[in-house]
């Protein structure tokens, strides 16, 4: 996908309208410099007609610029818009695993840097059309002077933009890489932010870090963009001299070799001292379309721009379910290491009834999580399948098959308001009561504090968040892991047969062995695999 292609899927009527006020802006300029070279040239300069056409012309040029700008700033706005919109979608309908496997600081650096470049060079797309048309207009107006000279002056105009583009395309090479490199500093950068207290910590970690990993990085990074800025500076320097190397043949050695009239020359000379300035602008503008191309390679080689987005359909209908089940289903990850393989879980057969209580427990690394990502849809099975009601889930209703969840994650997120819910104060204050956590929201607008909030807390809302969301089945990842005792013993002898009580199912990762009763069944994994399955009031 192209700059170009981007802009006129976002409203060719708006490209065209922009293009033709543009043309029609160019043709009034060179009216003006016709205007202008008659003036001079003394065969009108008696008319008393000349000033009005003049200002006429001058109130033309007004209109029709303001016009194409207006229309071309919008639709450059909208483009990028457009871009940043698909972009967020396309990482909203991406699988997670490949998000994983990208990083957020890849996914970041592209939203904000790649989309930033992009939206630049676009902001500028208005004023470089509007010199086009003037450059094209003057070209013209050139030709209607003298047509050798004109040829003359493309073909050195040519000959400079060629040198020029060369420059850009050694330029380009140092620019790519230094783009892949800012990758790294921004994986850097992002390390220090969420690492401040470990590096506050730790004198000596804080200088390693600053001056072996984070300058190194950047320092790598900078003499790429410098090399690569520096070709770009000399090649736009030779392309605007060119055209100056251009007047000068003009004015000492053609007339040598053809007979020009002095009106001629002046009519010449003036127009291309005028043009520079339209031509130095598009020069100008070119590294930034350079840095939007390399911006737009990087989103394809994402592998984002691949598919068409497909937004998330709502559905708001609790369907329920009669069963859910997990048959044969393993999962694999890649291992950073080609020689070593990634961890393995499954094969896993587990069924989830409604109105149950299941616990899924087991040692660091065990694979818990990664079940849990499997259940909830967050992850695909590699092989096996996922049945609800007997129903397989394939690829085209996995989406529908993660609305059945409500989720806490070890590492959730929490959004600083109630989104894709429906706003009920009685309940969400019933809900902030049970959690201890009514201070923490705002019940007339249905505003979450999210800072300064203490881990528990923390995830005490974000339970909230999920007890309020009230699908079939709740799954919470060691949710009750960072709770004082006072409310370990809520969570587990009154939230969790609450929120089961109209039979909606709790799967639960969990080590708080104390509590085990409270289980309908509980799943133990050792090394990715099932090792006990025990039933409540059945021993181990
Ligand atoms: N995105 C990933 N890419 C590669 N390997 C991963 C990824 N996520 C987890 N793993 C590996 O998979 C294994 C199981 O991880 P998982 O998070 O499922 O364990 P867990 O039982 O939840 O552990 P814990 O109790 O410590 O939270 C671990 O060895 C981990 O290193």
């Known amino acids: 996908m192209n700059l170009f292609f981007l802009m006129l899927r976002s409203s060719w009527k708006a490209s065209l309208a922009s293009v033709v006020l543009g043309g029609g802006s160019g043709l009034a300029t060179l009216a003006l410099i016709t205007l202008i070279h008659r003036a001079f040239s003394g065969e009108a300069s008696q008319s008393s007609l000349l000033p009005f056409l003049f200002a006429a012309a001058c109130a033309v040029v ?180 060119s055209l100056f190397i251009g007047i000068g043949l003009l004015i000492f050695v053609w007339p040598r070799i053809w007979t020009v009239t002095p009106e001629t020359l002046m009519g010449y000379t003036l127009t291309i001292l005028y043009l520079t300035s339209p031509l130095d602008s598009i020069l100008g503008w070119l590294p930034a379309l350079n840095s939007a191309a390399i911006s737009l ?98 690829t085209a209703s996995m989406g529908d098959y993660r609305q059945l969840f409500s989720t806490v994650f070890v590492e959730g997120h929490l959004f600083d308001r109630l989104l894709g819910i429906d706003e009920n104060p009685l309940l969400l204050k019933h809900w902030a009561n049970l959690l201890g956590i009514d201070d923490k929201v705002n019940f007339e607008t249905g505003r979450l504090t999210t800072h300064k909030l203490s881990r528990g807390q923390h995830k005490r809302l974000a339970m909230l968040v999920a007890c309020l969301d009230q699908r079939p089945v709740f799954v919470f990842d060691e949710w009750a892991a960072e709770q004082d005792p006072t409310f370990k013993e809520i969570f587990y002898r009154e939230i969790v047969p609450k929120l089961t009580r109209d039979g909606r199912a709790v799967v639960a990762i969990t080590h708080d062995d104390r509590y085990f009763f409270a289980a309908d069944r509980i799943v133990e994994l050792v090394d990715g695999r099932i090792d006990h399955l025990r039933k409540r009031g059945v021993a181990a």
């Open 297 to 394: 390679n990087k989103i394809n080689a994402l592998g984002l721009m691949i598919d068409p987005a497909k937004s998330p359909s709502v559905t708001t209908e609790d369907t329920g379910f009669r069963s859910i089940a997990l048959r044969d289903v393993s999962y694999s990850y890649h291992s950073p290491n080609d020689d070593e393989e990634g961890f393995h879980l499954g094969p896993i057969d587990l069924q989830v009834l409604p109105g149950e209580v299941l616990f899924i427990v087991g040692g660091n690394g065990s694979g818990k999580t990664t079940l849990a990502k499997l259940l909830t849809g967050l992850y695909a099975p590699q092989s096996g399948d996922i049945l609800v009601d007997r129903q397989t889930i394939d």
């Open 62 to 241: 007004l209109v029709l610029q303001v016009l194409s700008k207006c229309i071309l700033t919008r639709l450059s706005q909208s483009t990028a818009a457009r871009l940043q919109f698909e972009l967020c979608n396309r990482i909203m309908a991406a699988p997670l695993p490949e998000l994983e496997s990208v990083g957020p600081h890849r996914l970041l650096g592209t939203l904000q840097g790649d989309v930033g470049a992009i939206t630049a060079a676009l902001s500028n797309f208005p004023s470089v059309c509007a010199s086009a048309m003037v450059l094209v207009s003057g070209v013209g107006y050139l030709a209607s002077l003298s047509v050798p000279l004109a040829c003359c002056t493309v073909i050195m105009a040519s000959l400079g933009i060629a040198s020029y583009l060369a420059g850009v395309h050694w330029a380009n090479h140092h620019l790519r890489r230094a783009r892949e490199d800012r990758d790294e500093v921004s994986k850097q950068l992002q390390a220090m932010v969420f690492g401040i207290k470990e590096l506050k910590a730790n004198n000596r970690r804080c200088v390693d870090f600053m001056y072996d990993v984070l300058l190194p990085a950047d320092t790598a990074m900078r003499e790429r963009l410098i090399k690569g800025t520096d070709i770009l500076g000399g090649a736009h320097t030779w392309g605007r001299l």
